[in-house]
């Protein structure tokens, strides 16, 4: 583990950083979060299987999900899949005791950030979500911008031609 001082993404503040720790496993549970919050100020939630873990998150949109594969009710993927549907820009980091190339492709096929293997969470977990906490940045911006519009007006005239780029803009935007 590095013990190097490390910065939140710009644009970030500490108090912003929540994230949530799903297993079912609550020794596994605490470990990964005490990780989190040893290493940073950021702040750990926790739920026990991924219907919980959606019921929390409808309440307190977290900045990042970290969950087991392996659960009851709903399993890792299975919560991956929901939150992709639900809350496409909180990111969702896999974790498992079971793993393997196969789980983490299928794992980023199925919309998940990354993937971290139980046994690498003390030297990778903190960077991991760092990183992907920095790349989510800019997405959050633009949601906090978009969320600040109040009209947009375009003027197209009689040029089809613009509007193809119009449909391009937006779905860029949409995406």
Same mark, same amino acid.
């Given at each position: 583990? *590095?013990?190097?001082?490390?910065?939140? #993404? =710009?644009? &970030?503040?500490?108090d912003?950083i929540? %994230?949530?720790?799903?297993?079912? &496993? #609550?020794?596994?549970?605490?470990?990964?979060? @005490?990780? %989190?919050?040893?290493? @940073? @100020?950021?702040?750990? +939630?926790?739920?026990? !299987?991924?219907?919980?873990?959606?019921? +929390? %998150?409808?309440? =307190?949109? #977290?900045?990042?999900i970290?969950?087991?594969?392996?659960m009851p *009710?709903?399993?890792?993927?299975?919560?991956? /899949?929901?939150?992709?549907?639900?809350?496409?820009?909180? #990111?969702?980091?896999? $974790?498992?005791?079971? /793993?393997?190339?196969?789980? &983490?492709?299928?794992?980023?096929?199925? /919309?998940?950030? @990354?993937?971290?293997p139980?046994?690498?969470?003390? $030297?990778?977990?903190?960077?991991?979500?760092?990183?992907?906490?920095?790349?989510?940045?800019d !997405?959050?911006?633009?949601?906090?911008? $978009? !969320?600040?519009v109040?009209?947009?007006?375009?003027?197209?005239?009689?040029d089809?031609?613009?509007?193809?780029?119009?449909v &391009?803009h937006?779905?860029? !935007?949409?995406?």
């Amino acid at each position: 583990m *590095n013990d190097k001082k490390r910065t939140l #993404p =710009e644009g &970030a503040t500490d108090d912003e950083i929540n %994230i949530l720790v799903v297993d079912d &496993a #609550p020794v596994c549970r605490r470990m990964a979060g @005490s990780i %989190i919050e040893k290493n @940073s @100020s950021w702040r750990a +939630t926790y739920a026990e !299987d991924g219907a919980v873990a959606l019921a +929390t %998150i409808a309440r =307190e949109t #977290p900045s990042l999900i970290l969950t087991d594969l392996q659960m009851p *009710n709903m399993n890792g993927l299975e919560l991956v /899949g929901a939150v992709r549907q639900q809350y496409p820009l909180i #990111p969702v980091v896999l $974790m498992t005791a079971y /793993g393997n190339e196969e789980i &983490a492709a299928r794992a980023l096929r199925e /919309g998940a950030a @990354s993937y971290v293997p139980k046994k690498y969470l003390r $030297m990778d977990l903190f960077d991991t979500v760092h990183r992907i906490l920095a790349a989510t940045v800019d !997405d959050r911006s633009c949601l906090r911008l $978009m !969320d600040r519009v109040v009209e947009t007006t375009f003027l197209l005239e009689n040029d089809l031609g613009l509007i193809s780029e119009l449909v &391009a803009h937006l779905r860029q !935007d949409i995406q």
